[in-house]
């Protein structure tokens, strides 16, 4: 479909072997971090990278690739929704120390 | 508690070795994932957000102290130090890797344990109510036949590619502790008018998508005749249930579209053609598993212990938990004890491994070795002592386990959210945990009462938002965050489905809004003994929306 | 192509015909349920074995007056998730009392091939891509099983109380 705005995306997967959520850099590979990923701003190149990596697929390294949207400003880019925000930070948003538990439990 | 004999042992490592195999052949290129994918998820293994999620199976929420120091092992070792115990009694790894599976599951088959239908559209891990065994009026214990299902329900040749999942509980009182009627098949243990006991089928519960209180389909069948009946129903479902549309494709659509009557006409038919023959269960098998439910050698104890009584007067914070953490036990001078894994601010139903530990060590101490998990995520303690309920308090205070508010609005049930889960919508660890400090305080708790919070981070309604009293669905607009608040729900045996209240809040809102609900229902009580769920019932919703939307349909402002 | 029978591959001496296609004299031949449905007389008078496919949605209830004639009956598997097939030949053996072969034809896995023998399943087409001794080596996975079907595998529970048939008959 024709869209009027600007579409920048990423390519994005999960490791095979551990399931952690990686990005695209085009020449390089894949990184961990989102802030390195390749930012595709036209639908053709950001397809193209998607065909590209489905190579990964077949050699068993990566499973699931798929397109994700962000916003690019001064800072870079950040992912527009709140899964793949989560997701790019490779944790639970919340300490993952069990609140008051754990901290008691420590004292 | 039920062992393995050398049947099961095998079973079991087979099952394992069966694994390590798809594993080594979806590395070695023989399955893509399409393929792998459901033979990952028939053993338990999700792909998630961040990593694999390994979910183990606890049938009928039954643990040894050996069993639960395994799942510390494990959390150590292949996790970050921790495991989430699910509303439906198992336990989650949220950080295995794949190739480690096979290994971790190799350790869990050493203590008789297992991952296996734990996900995929087959027969899941059967459920149970945690107090079977020793809750007093109980007609027989679920725990026998919940073995009895679990075997019959192992990778059954027949239905293990189902239209859907499929999740059956047993019950064995009136109180229904384990939301009986939100299953597949909800069965309660029953008698005829013969005296005789059997079981009553309640066929075509749900929630999800399209929450459904489960019709009673068939009001008795007889002990022997209960796998029978079971592969009649299964079979009926396997044949005619949808599988055009996931959304469709659960038994409680086939039900509700037939008619619970046509749907129990068309299972009676295929039950009468089977029900004499190989299925049929012989009382000396029954007997074999009872025999492992045995009650343990309980010591003649008055009922009345003074020394206890003394205690609960002299200490106040000791009897504000008594109060709220024990229930009654069906042997004079023993109570059961529930471990609440909702403390202030944390992950509702995580526990790290040290805490896992410290639970087996007391249960050896304590409760003859056997601990309990409950669909609210938290833990039990079946078979404690009057006279030991103060020394263990006392131990579990010194570990930050003695949180006295099982029932109250910070036991809240949520399931992993968007933190983890690849299915849902919203968060709900972290609202749980904002819900938890503002209603932190033990007074205000005990004051509000009994009131049942369900956050649930998708449709699929893991965290039973349905069924709360309160329930929370988490829902996206536009990649954003978004929470739907719903009234009036229960899942206990006056079961009821939750009214939507209104438009949905924001993450920085939701907590307020709860609190006005709360507020609400304290200003219109008849007084401390009506219940949230009481009052709802009594007024409706109307009185509820009008404080939270100030009348209008528009949103209050997000708190600063 | 190859069809596997206990495991062991065998030839495939049955044709699975087009509803367009003309029966070859002489040769055991598989037509749709709907060719069936619709030349149901002439194709009873044929001389050579007639074998009837059916479509995962189409129960073998269908056939229930014609399984005198009929000496294969071809179950599909569209895909391996739809399951509808493994009950459907549990129908023909318990329900039905079909002796005649039944077949496992379409998505066919090797992680469901000892389900579909144990509820009365004979033979299997595997996938052309699939390779064939995974299916053999499939069979040797589980020695234990829970489930009473209409194969001839004992269960764990009457082995557990020497209802098995080989004890059962050395105490006769």
Same mark, same amino acid.
């Given at each position: 479909?024709?869209n @009027? ?5 990423m390519v ?5 072997l551990g ?10 590979g ?8 390749t930012v595709?701003? @036209?639908?053709?190149?950001?397809d193209a990278?998607l065909?590209e ?11 699931g ?7 690019v400003d001064?800072d870079?880019?950040k ?7 989560i ?5 639970a948003?919340?300490d ?12 | 508690?039920?062992r393995? =004999?050398?049947?099961d ?5 087979e099952?394992t070795?069966q694994?390590?195999g ?7 290129? $023989?399955?893509?994932e399409?393929?792998?994918r459901?033979l990952?998820l028939?053993n338990?293994?999700?792909? &998630? *957000? ?9 049938p /009928?929420?039954?643990l040894?102290?050996t069993q ?7 959390a150590?070792?292949?996790?970050k130090g ?17 190739d480690d ?11 008789e344990?297992?991952?296996i &239908?734990?996900?995929?559209n087959c027969?899941?891990?059967?459920t149970?109510d945690h107090l079977?065994?020793v ?9 026998v036949?919940? $073995?009895i299902?679990? &075997? ?16 059956i509980v047993?019950i064995?009182t009136?109180t229904?502790r384990a939301?009986?009627?939100?299953h597949d ?9 013969a ?8 066929t075509?519960?749900? &929630?999800?998508r ?5 019709? *009673?389909?068939k009001?008795?069948v007889?002990?022997e ?8 129903t299964l ?6 249930g949808?599988? =055009? ?10 039900v509700?579209?037939?008619?619970a ?14 029900k ?6 012989p009382e000396a098998?029954?007997a ?8 343990p ?5 008055p009922?009345y212990?003074?020394?206890?009584e ?5 200490d106040?914070?000791f009897?504000?938990w008594v ?8 042997v004079?001078?023993?109570i059961?004890?529930?471990?609440s894994?909702?403390?202030?601010g ?8 040290d ?9 050896d101490? /304590? ?6 998990v409950t669909?609210?995520q ?12 103060f020394?263990?308090? +006392?131990r579990?205070?010194a ?5 006295p ?9 949520a399931?992993?959210?968007?933190? /983890?889960?690849?299915?849902a ?14 209603f932190s305080?033990a ?7 009994e ?6 981070g998708?449709?699929n309604a893991?965290g ?7 329930g929370?669905?988490?829902?996206d607009?536009?990649g954003?965050?978004?929470?739907q608040?719903? *009234?009036?729900?229960?899942?206990a045996e006056?079961?009821?489905i939750?009214k ?5 809040f924001?993450?920085?809102?939701i ?5 006005t609900?709360?507020? +609400? ?15 709802y019932?009594?007024?409706?919703i ?5 404080k939270v939307y ?5 949103r209050?402002?997000?708190a600063? | 192509?190859?069809?596997l ?5 065998q030839?495939?001496e049955?044709v699975?015909l087009?509803d367009?296609?003309t029966?070859?004299d002489?040769?055991k031949v ?9 030349e149901r007389?002439s ?7 007639i ?17 005198d ?7 599909e598997f569209?895909?391996?998730t739809d399951g509808?097939s493994?009950?459907y030949?549990r129908?023909l053996?318990?329900r039905?009392?079909?002796r005649g072969?039944?077949r ?6 090797r992680?469901?091939y000892?389900f579909m023998?144990?509820?009365?399943i004979?033979?299997?087409e595997?996938?052309a891509e699939k ?6 080596e499939?069979?040797t996975e589980?020695s ?5 079907t209409n ?10 109380h ?11």
């Amino acid at each position: 479909m024709a869209n @009027d705005r600007p579409l920048n995306q990423m390519v994005t997967a999960q490791w095979l072997l551990g399931g952690e959520s990686i990005y695209w850099v085009a020449g390089k590979g894949w990184s961990d971090s989102f802030a390195e990923a390749t930012v595709y701003a @036209d639908q053709a190149t950001a397809d193209a990278a998607l065909a590209e990596v489905q190579e990964f697929v077949k050699q068993r390294v990566i499973v699931g690739p798929y397109l994700i949207e962000v916003e690019v400003d001064s800072d870079g880019p950040k992912p527009t929704s709140a899964r793949e925000r989560i997701r790019a930070a490779h944790n639970a948003t919340f300490d993952i120390d069990h609140g008051s538990w754990t901290a008691r439990i420590a004292d | 508690m039920y062992r393995y =004999d050398q049947f099961d042992a095998t079973f079991v490592r087979e099952r394992t070795e069966q694994f390590r195999g798809q594993v080594a052949r979806r590395l070695a290129g $023989e399955l893509t994932e399409e393929e792998f994918r459901p033979l990952r998820l028939k053993n338990g293994l999700y792909l &998630q *957000l961040h990593a694999y999620m390994l979910r183990v199976a606890i049938p /009928y929420g039954e643990l040894s102290s050996t069993q639960m120091r395994k799942l510390a092992f494990i959390a150590r070792r292949y996790d970050k130090g921790y495991g989430h115990f699910t509303t439906r009694q198992n336990i989650q790894y949220n950080w295995p890797r794949l190739d480690d599976v096979p290994d971790l599951l190799a350790h869990l088959a050493e203590v008789e344990m297992h991952a296996i &239908q734990t996900s995929g559209n087959c027969i899941r891990n059967v459920t149970a109510d945690h107090l079977a065994g020793v809750t007093p009026d109980e007609v027989d214990d679920p725990r026998v036949w919940g $073995e009895i299902i679990r &075997q019959w329900s192992t990778l059954h040749p027949e239905f293990s590619y189902l239209p859907r999942k499929f999740k059956i509980v047993v019950i064995g009182t009136e109180t229904d502790r384990a939301a009986m009627r939100t299953h597949d098949i909800g069965l309660k243990i029953v008698r005829n008018d013969a005296g005789e006991m059997g079981f009553a089928f309640y066929t075509g519960g749900g &929630q999800g998508r399209t929450p459904i209180i489960g019709p *009673l389909v068939k009001a008795f069948v007889a002990k022997e005749d209960l796998l029978s009946y079971l592969d009649a129903t299964l079979r009926v479902y396997n044949m005619h249930g949808r599988r =055009d549309n996931i959304y469709k494709a659960r038994i409680k659509i086939l039900v509700q579209s037939l008619g619970a009557e046509e749907f129990g006409r068309q299972v009676e038919e295929e039950w009468l053609r089977i029900k004499d023959t190989v299925l049929k269960l012989p009382e000396a098998e029954v007997a074999r598993i009872r025999s492992y439910f045995a009650p343990p050698t309980y010591e003649n104890l008055p009922a009345y212990i003074p020394e206890f009584e003394a205690k609960k007067s002299a200490d106040p914070d000791f009897g504000r938990w008594v109060r709220a953490n024990t229930d009654v036990h069906k042997v004079d001078g023993y109570i059961a004890v529930s471990i609440s894994l909702k403390p202030v601010g944390a992950a509702p139903g995580d526990m790290t491994a040290d805490q896992m530990d410290v639970m087996a060590d007391l249960s050896d101490a /304590y409760s003859f070795g056997e601990i309990r998990v409950t669909h609210r995520q938290n833990l039990v303690l079946p078979n404690v002592r009057k006279q030991d309920l103060f020394d263990l308090w +006392t131990r579990l205070k010194a570990v930050s386990l003695d949180e006295p508010n099982i029932g109250f609005v910070s036991d809240i049930i949520a399931c992993p959210g968007l933190d /983890y889960c690849n299915l849902a919508n919203a968060r709900s660890i972290p609202v749980a945990q904002r819900l938890s400090r503002r209603f932190s305080d033990a007074k205000r708790l005990s004051d509000i009462g009994e009131l049942r919070l369900n956050i649930s981070g998708c449709i699929n309604a893991c965290g039973h938002h349905h069924v709360g009293h309160i329930g929370i669905l988490g829902v996206d607009k536009k990649g954003e965050e978004f929470y739907q608040v719903t *009234l009036g729900g229960s899942s206990a045996e006056d079961i009821s489905i939750g009214k939507i209240l209104g438009p949905a809040f924001s993450y920085d809102q939701i907590t307020d809004a709860i609190e006005t609900v709360i507020d +609400t229902y304290l200003d219109q009580r008849t007084g401390p003994s009506e219940r949230f769920i009481d009052t709802y019932r009594r007024i409706g919703i109307e009185p509820f929306k009008e404080k939270v939307y100030g009348g209008s349909k528009e949103r209050r402002p997000a708190a600063e | 192509m190859v069809v596997l029978k206990n495991g062991v591959p065998q030839p495939n001496e049955w044709v699975r015909l087009a509803d367009d296609a003309t029966p070859p004299d002489g040769a055991k031949v598989i037509v749709t349920f709907e060719r069936w449905q619709a030349e149901r007389e002439s194709l009873r008078q044929r001389n050579s074995a007639i074998g009837v496919s059916l479509k995962s949605d189409q129960s073998p209830l269908l056939l229930a007056d014609d399984l005198d004639r009929v000496s294969l009956v071809a179950l599909e598997f569209p895909k391996f998730t739809d399951g509808r097939s493994f009950s459907y030949a549990r129908v023909l053996r318990d329900r039905l009392g079909y002796r005649g072969e039944i077949r496992a034809v379409g998505q066919v896995l090797r992680d469901q091939y000892l389900f579909m023998l144990r509820v009365g399943i004979d033979t299997i087409e595997p996938p052309a891509e699939k390779r064939v001794e995974g299916y053999a080596e499939a069979l040797t996975e589980f020695s234990v099983f829970y489930q009473p079907t209409n194969d001839h595998r004992e269960t764990a529970l009457r082995l557990r109380h020497g209802l098995n048939k080989s004890t059962a008959s050395a105490a006769a």
